[in-house]
Each structure stands twice: as C-alpha cells, then as structure tokens.
C-alpha cells in the first residue's frame, strides 16, 4: 500500500510530503528521512512558510496499491502545489 507522510502545520499548509510503499520502508523511517530534508537545508523553515504556524507530522494511507499506479496522480498534486506557491507565496 502506499502511504503519503506530510509535514503539516495545523492550518494544513504542507512543508514538505513523502510518499513511499509500506512494503519497502516504515513510517519511522520515512519520518527520519523527512528530518534529514530539513538538515540539509533543503527545506529551510522548520515551521509553515504560509502562516508561520508549528509542524507536525502525519501519515495517511492512499487509495493507490503500488507507486507506479499512484505517481501520475502524486505528480499532478506536486505540479499543483508548486503553482500554488508561486501564487501565494510565503511570508515566513
């Protein structure tokens, strides 16, 4: 199954979002991962970019059995997020 892990503040602007399949990797794992985004600097904000508001994280269950099937579908969301960010934008 695949599962989406979203770093969330709670206005539910998302920071930062990993998809990943429960057959390979473990939600503890894909959380270390996360951290390690933030270590490296390539996400900078430790909190919402949009409201300024704390992170936290949440794992949700998709409807998709396996990644090839669901990345058309992760694809289009991350295509409309980055558009939406360039229209909002950030103040934080």
Known sequence: M???TQWL???RHCSIA???DDKETTS???EEEGEGIYR????VNRWCGICGG?????HG???FKAMDEAMAHLKALEKANLAARNIVGGKY
Do not use: N, P, Q
């Open 2 to 4: 695949i599962w989406i």
């Open 9 to 11: 503040c709670t206005s």
């Open 18 to 20: 990993l998809a990943w």
């Open 28 to 30: 503890k794992k894909v």
């Open 40 to 43: 490296r600097g390539v996400v």
């Open 54 to 58: 704390e992170l936290h994280v949440e």
């Open 61 to 63: 269950r998709t409807r």
